[in-house]
Nanobody, 113 residues
């Protein structure tokens, strides 16, 4: 299983970013996917999940209404659209496939003026 996150960067409060996670090494369309994040000095937390078909999504309370998780099974890629970003969204963001223990290298998101 290989997961490669990209799309992070420095953005001002109120701005937007779109993260991508390219997956390989397993049958992507058969597994749910999740985005997690870890801020400095804090535990890794679940941000959003999406079912294998993309029909069902869930969000952490802190991001509901601002973030959208989606997937393209033809491209083996899961996305996280982040809008109205806040400084407290600053973290390294990781994607994960359900039931597999592997993590990617993550992508840094910094929200600061």
């Amino acid at each position: 299983v290989q997961l490669v996150e990209s799309g992070g960067g420095l953005v001002q409060p109120g701005g937007s970013l779109r993260l991508s996670c390219a997956a390989s090494g397993f049958t992507f369309s058969g597994y749910g996917m999740s985005w997690y994040r870890q801020a400095p000095g804090k535990e890794r937390e679940l941000v959003a999940t999406i079912s294998s078909t993309g029909r069902t999504t869930t969000y952490a309370h802190s991001v509901k209404g601002r973030f959208t998780i989606s997937r393209d099974n033809a491209k083996n890629t899961v996305y996280l659209e982040m809008n109205s970003l806040k400084p407290e969204d600053t973290a390294v963001y990781y994607c994960k496939a359900a039931t597999f223990p592997s993590w990617g290298q993550g992508t840094q998101v910094t929200v600061s003026s």
